[in-house]
C-alpha cells in the first residue's frame, strides 16, 4: 500500500511565519515550474516552532516539493517519512 501522504521536517534559515513559509515554497515554486506548475503543488503547513516547519506533501507532489526547497535557500530539509508518527 503506498503512503497518501508524506511529512517532512523542514529547518529555516530564519524564524519563520507559517505564512512566509508558504509564500517560499511558492515562490521556488514559480520559479521551477512556472505560474501552472506552482498552482499544482499543494502543501500544508501542520506546524512552525522557531525555525522548524513540518509539512505535509501528497505523495505525488513529493518530487516538485523537493526540488523547490534544494532551490531555495532559506529551507533545508532534515527528515521525511510516509507517516507523521515515523517522522517524530
Same mark, same amino acid.
Given at each position: 500500500?503506498?503512503?497518501?501522504?508524506?511529512?517532512?521536517?523542514?529547518?529555516?534559515?530564519?524564524?519563520?511565519?507559517?505564512? &512566509?513559509?508558504?509564500?517560499?515554497?511558492?515562490?521556488?515554486?514559480?520559479?521551477?515550474?512556472?505560474?501552472?506548475? &506552482?498552482?499544482?503543488?499543494?502543501?500544508? /503547513?501542520?506546524?512552525?516552532?522557531?525555525?522548524?516547519?513540518?509539512?505535509? /506533501?501528497?505523495?505525488?507532489?513529493?518530487?516538485?516539493?523537493?526540488?523547490?526547497?534544494?532551490?531555495?535557500?532559506?529551507?533545508? /530539509?532534515?527528515?521525511? &517519512?510516509?507517516?507523521?508518527?515515523?517522522?517524530?
Amino acid at each position: 500500500m503506498n503512503p497518501r501522504y508524506f511529512y517532512l521536517d523542514v529547518e529555516c534559515v530564519a524564524e519563520q511565519t507559517e505564512l &512566509a513559509i508558504r509564500r517560499i515554497i511558492e515562490e521556488g515554486a514559480k520559479s521551477v515550474f512556472g505560474e501552472w506548475g &506552482a498552482g499544482a503543488l499543494h502543501v500544508d /503547513v501542520l506546524h512552525v516552532s522557531e525555525r522548524r516547519a513540518l509539512l505535509r /506533501v501528497e505523495a505525488e507532489q513529493l518530487r516538485k516539493l523537493r526540488a523547490t526547497i534544494t532551490l531555495a535557500t532559506q529551507l533545508r /530539509v532534515q527528515a521525511q &517519512a510516509p507517516t507523521l508518527q515515523a517522522l517524530v
